[in-house]
């Protein structure tokens, strides 16, 4: 069974991060492996939230990892909270990195041109240098944006203007970059990819639904990172992970009783496996 560990915060309530990333990982068949760098009372998008940081533990955890000689074949990091993280992260990819393993980056840091509480843009600047290590990146256009400091646009761009920023965010160092949330119409949305070796795009668009979940791109990057390690191409990875996405949105909006904060990712589950063996 292949083995990931994921790094990003626990969120007690509100379906992000690791409350999205543990049970997808597993459902996919794979292996989770964590290192919680925070625990929130409630992801930010609530009014209040408390906030205990765990960057003292990282190192500890990974120095006894290292002892065990235990290895991962995918290192996937999420919401990072501080500088500090960052560079702890870039230790534990020269740790932990082999020749056959996969450096997995989604740098989560805003949505819709705005960061999240307690970023700025020098936190995107020094995010994108920990890109550079990456095998695979998924920023969303707001990510992208900051991390290359280019201007934001939330509509009205062309081809020409993602396929300009793909090959800007692999210009950092990463293999694969991918964008997520990219639209040229309205009915549809997807991703778009660019691979550095071979200097080929790819995209994939699914049915765009107008609403809006908290923690879709945790269950995306989960999905994707899933099946990647399922032994999917990137390609299928991302139409699995995207179709899974759509899917998690369509369900919150069946359930009247589903919550603000995030998307029913749980009932989409039994669709995901199905799509993990169609698109491989
Ligand atoms: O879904 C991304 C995410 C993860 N973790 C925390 C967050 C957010 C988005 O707001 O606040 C703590």
Request: overall charge negative; aromatic content about 12%; charged content about 25%.
């Amino acid at each position: 069974m292949k083995r990931i560990v994921t790094i990003q915060d626990i969120s007690c309530v509100g379906k992000c991060s690791l409350t999205v990333a543990l049970p997808v990982i597993s459902a996919c068949g794979v292996e989770a492996s964590v290192i919680p760098t925070a625990v929130l009372s409630t992801h930010t998008a609530f009014n209040n939230f408390s906030f205990c940081d765990l960057t003292d533990e990282i190192e500890p955890v990974t120095e006894i990892w290292k002892k065990e000689k235990i290895s991962f074949d995918a290192i996937y990091t999420g919401y990072l909270g501080s500088f500090r993280q960052i560079e702890l992260m870039e230790k534990l990819f020269d740790d932990f990195r082999t020749e056959e393993n996969i450096i997995f980056i989604d740098p989560v840091m805003g949505d819709h041109g705005k960061l999240y509480p307690g970023f700025s843009q020098e936190f995107a600047d020094r995010m994108a240098r920990l890109c550079s290590k990456a095998d695979v990146i998924v920023p969303n256009l707001t990510e992208a944006a900051f991390m290359l400091r280019e201007e934001y646009k939330e509509y009205g761009y062309t081809e020409e203007y993602v396929r300009d920023i793909l090959k800007k965010l692999a210009a950092l160092g990463c293999k694969n970059a991918v964008l997520t949330g990219v639209s040229f119409d309205e009915g549809k949305v997807g991703v778009m990819a660019y691979n550095k070796e071979n200097d080929r795009f790819s995209a994939y668009y699914t049915e765009k639904i107008n609403a809006s979940f908290h923690g879709t791109g945790d269950v995306f990057s989960s999905a994707c990172v899933g099946a990647l390690m399922r032994g999917l191409s990137l390609e299928g990875a991302l139409k699995t992970a995207a179709n899974y996405t759509v899917e998690s949105i369509k369900a919150s909006m069946r359930d009247k009783d589903n919550n603000w904060y995030g998307v029913n990712f749980e009932e989409a589950i039994p669709y995901l496996l199905k799509e993990l063996n169609s698109n491989r």
